[in-house]
């Protein structure tokens, strides 16, 4: 029955276009009522302490940071940088788009700001060279993707706040995957662009490729600042947020100087707005989370999974099967949020390890972008390119195929994500 009460009332207020946070707290004070326990109370205060929590103060500052980066030029540079190297092969822009996509998740950790900025400057580029535009946009969302899942990432951060795990032991978790997913959208678009008939660019000279690496330098060496500032304890993801915003303002007004005071305000006011919907969110699920734990949720939960409890690889694909069905209609924040503190004691009963579970969840839920009718990125990239939603559905589908491949890759060999996270935290 209690179970009942917390689907029907989430699910219920969703289906009459309740906004999510507040679905999330109405559902918390009906598992309240029915267990006889209702104090407006608990409810502020669980909402107060849902947001005071000091590793959340990362999620707007790696937001300002890749607002700084888009309005800076440090993400042009990476694009340019990427041009260089595998511009002029046969596909080349749809490579420079999956490589740029790595740097830029390095960078900012928002699946959204990337594809946007992506989206902007490369489909018109993509198009010019012969690619079809819907499959050329479809190819950038995907590759925005990456960002929730190559550290440092946004998802990896509220996942390890609402599951209480090490947020940097998921960062150097997410490296490797991360890196498989570009593996696997390069292998899907070069299967695409072979039979196709497109101009290629003209290779750069030696010293065109150098003039590109030297301007974009200064943009590449955050990514490694972070990584390896995570890796060697110089700072926790919270200080490394800060670290990001610091350095990118510096490169983005003193050294490349395309960013004005003037703009300073602007910038402010779009990562406040964001930020104010993320952490609203995250304060209100923690309303929710603080009920199911209260009302033993995921004990029930473990009862109905028992069966399955014994074959884990079996399990997770149950368990990846009902996120992807989540993900189709439910955003990323929402569904860490809500399926986190019912799956997390899931696969801790079933004595599979939590960060490499952490890492196939956030993958998950990033795939979960893509993947229509919401698609949350998808609709930023038809946005920017200027295209219908169905056509980027359209061109999305030979990359969301792939990435799923990845994350079932993952599911059935486990020593994927272990064996380099492992390494990567000594």
């Not at 299967?191 to 000279?205: G, H, M, N, S, Y």
Request: glycine share 8%; aromatic share 8%.
């Amino acid at each position: 029955m209690t179970l009942t009460i917390f689907l029907g009332s989430l699910l219920g207020t969703m289906a009459l276009g309740v906004p999510i946070a507040f679905a999330l707290i109405l559902c918390g004070i009906a598992l309240m009522l029915h267990m006889d326990m209702f104090d407006a109370q608990i409810v502020a205060q669980t909402l107060i302490n849902g947001a005071d929590s000091f590793p959340l103060m990362a999620v707007p500052f790696f937001l300002l940071a890749g607002e700084l980066m888009n309005a800076g030029g440090l993400s042009r540079r990476i694009v340019n940088v990427a041009i260089g190297l595998v511009g002029h092969v046969k596909g080349g822009l749809g490579f420079v788009a999956i490589l740029a996509g790595c740097v830029l998740a390095a960078l900012s950790g928002s699946a959204v700001a990337d594809a946007a900025a992506l989206s902007a400057l490369l489909v018109p580029m993509m198009t010019r060279m012969g690619h079809d535009r819907s499959r050329s946009a479809g190819l950038v969302a995907a590759a925005g993707c990456i960002a929730p899942v190559i550290p440092p990432s946004i998802g990896f951060i509220i996942f390890g706040v609402a599951g209480g795990l090490s947020i940097t032991k998921l960062f150097l978790a997410g490296i490797v995957p991360g890196l498989l997913m570009a593996a696997s959208l390069a292998v899907a678009w070069w299967l695409v662009v072979r039979k196709e008939d497109i101009a290629t660019a003209p290779r750069q000279t030696g010293r065109e490729r150098m003039q590109a690496l030297a301007q974009g330098f200064w943009a590449l060496l955050l990514p490694v600042l972070i990584i390896a500032g995570l890796k060697f304890g110089v700072f926790t993801p919270t200080e490394a947020a800060v670290v990001a915003v610091v350095y990118s303002l510096f490169v983005a007004m003193v050294i490349y100087r395309e960013l004005q005071l003037r703009d300073l305000y602007g910038i402010l006011v779009a990562t406040a707005k964001t930020s104010a919907v993320v952490m609203l969110l995250i304060a209100a699920a923690m309303v929710s989370a603080w009920m199911i734990t209260v009302a033993d949720l995921p004990s029930l939960v473990v009862d109905l999974l028992e069966p399955w409890m014994d074959n884990k690889v079996l399990l997770l694909m149950m368990i990846m099967a009902l996120v992807i069905l989540v993900g189709t209609a439910m955003d990323m924040t929402p569904t860490i949020l809500i399926l986190t503190p019912v799956l997390l004691p899931v696969v801790k009963a079933a004595g599979i390890d939590p960060i490499y579970f952490g890492v196939l969840f956030i993958m998950n839920c990033a795939i979960g972008l893509i993947t229509p009718p919401v698609g949350t990125v998808l609709n930023v990239v038809a946005g920017v390119a200027k295209l219908r939603m169905g056509e980027v559905v359209r061109g999305v589908w030979p990359f969301l195929v792939a990435e799923f491949v990845v994350l079932f890759l993952l599911v059935l060999f486990p020593q994927l994500v272990t064996v380099p996270a492992q390494w990567f935290a000594r």
